[in-house]
């Protein structure tokens, strides 16, 4: 990633996001209707097979409180992650904390940038400790205040291919596809190969749709011809599940 593609990304969003699971017969069908309203993300137009990684390693307490918060259903919710867009340590991409959250039907996400340094890559708690904007860092204060109240730790690492579609018309319409799903149970942004991942909904895509006020009419016809059902599913979720984590827990 380029220095000016960091110097674009987005700190804070609040949206409504819906998600859909859809079979790999079912996806090639609603992403070529998508062509005729949808273009690429400009991001996503630099690589050669128009996706591009995303890696979060996400932070919970001993309890496992943000599993279950999400599980439960609460409306009010959130959990901290570490996001990043390479399996290596690349000084030009990256690397940011944040805090995601549900309030009441919308999803927030307030994220800051961590300074780069690879002496202390291995340590997630040295990471977030060289973030860049230190006041007035509400991100920062929270995780700080969860870190030594609720004793959060790394525990699940994300990895997925991500292809990312925005509307010719309305620019905060935006939908995005994600598969080739991988959970590893680390504490590390960037554990060594060795490490066991499992893979997660195979032959499966997690499709997300993100808008601010509506879902343009077009898209509805879309959803009625192909019956798509809204679900409610988590990447970090089907991660703990998959690596037995939560069941652990409850033995």
């Keep these: ?21 859809l079979n790999d017969e079912l996806k090639i069908a609603v992403e070529s209707e998508l062509s005729h309203f949808m273009q690429l993300d400009r991001f996503v137009e630099r690589f050669d097979n128009k996706k591009y990684l995303v ?43 944040e805090l995601k959250g549900r309030y009441n039907n919308f999803v927030y996400k307030n994220r800051t940038e961590i300074a780069h340094n690879q002496d202390i890559i291995h340590d997630a708690f040295l990471l977030t400790d060289n973030i860049i904007k230190k006041k007035d860092n509400n991100v920062l204060d929270q995780f700080t205040y969860d870190r030594f109240k609720k004793n959060i730790n790394p525990v699940m690492l994300i990895d997925y291919q991500r292809r990312a579609y925005q509307s010719k018309y309305d620019y905060e319409f935006r939908i995005t596809f994600d598969g080739e799903l991988y959970g590893t149970h680390t504490t590390d942004l960037f554990p060594k190969n060795d490490v066991k991942k499992r893979k997660l909904i195979d032959g499966y895509t997690i499709m997300e749709v993100k808008f601010r006020k509506h879902v343009p009419q077009w898209f509805h016809r879309i959803m009625i011809k192909y019956q798509l059902t809204r679900v409610s599913i988590s990447k970090y979720c089907t991660g703990m599940e998959a690596t037995n984590l939560i069941e652990n827990l409850d033995d």
């Design 55 to 97: 890696r979060s390693l996400y932070f919970d307490d001993p309890f496992y409180t943000f599993y279950y918060e999400k599980t439960d259903g609460l409306m009010h919710r959130q959990k901290f992650r570490i996001r990043t867009y390479s399996l290596k340590y690349d000084e030009n991409v990256p690397i940011m904390l």
């Design 1 to 21: 990633m380029t220095n000016q593609a960091k110097k674009s990304i987005q700190e804070n969003f609040l949206r409504y996001e819906f998600k859909y699971i």
